[in-house]
Structures are given as C-alpha cells and as structure tokens.
C-alpha cells in the first residue's frame, strides 16, 4: 500500500481582518512560503468595497 501525505495550507478568513497593508504583507509571506505546499487554499472574504484586490 502507499501512503501520499499532501502538504496542504487553508487560510480561511485571514484577509477579512486585514488594512490593504495587512493584505500585501500577508499575500507577501504566503508567497514565500508557496513552495512548501503541495495545496494552497484562501478564502480572503473581502469585498470590493474592502479596497483590496483579490490576491489570487
């Protein structure tokens, strides 16, 4: 039998809370650490009227 353990990171609601500032430095460190994942999964939660783009 063989075992295949993905590496997977879940943001969920981590971009909610977040000044536009807060968001590029977070979107920054996810980018950094990308590769480090076989998955990535974010559910920033903002809307238009946030002032932040989506960072996906």
Do not use: K, W
Request: hydrophobic letters at 40%.
């Amino acid at each position: 039998m063989l075992l295949f353990f993905q590496q997977t990171l879940i943001i969920d609601e981590g971009f909610g809370t977040q000044d536009a500032a807060g968001c590029e430095r977070l979107v920054a460190d996810i980018q950094a650490i990308a590769d480090d994942f076989a998955y990535l999964s974010g559910h920033p939660h903002t809307s238009p009227q946030s002032g932040v783009s989506d960072p996906y």
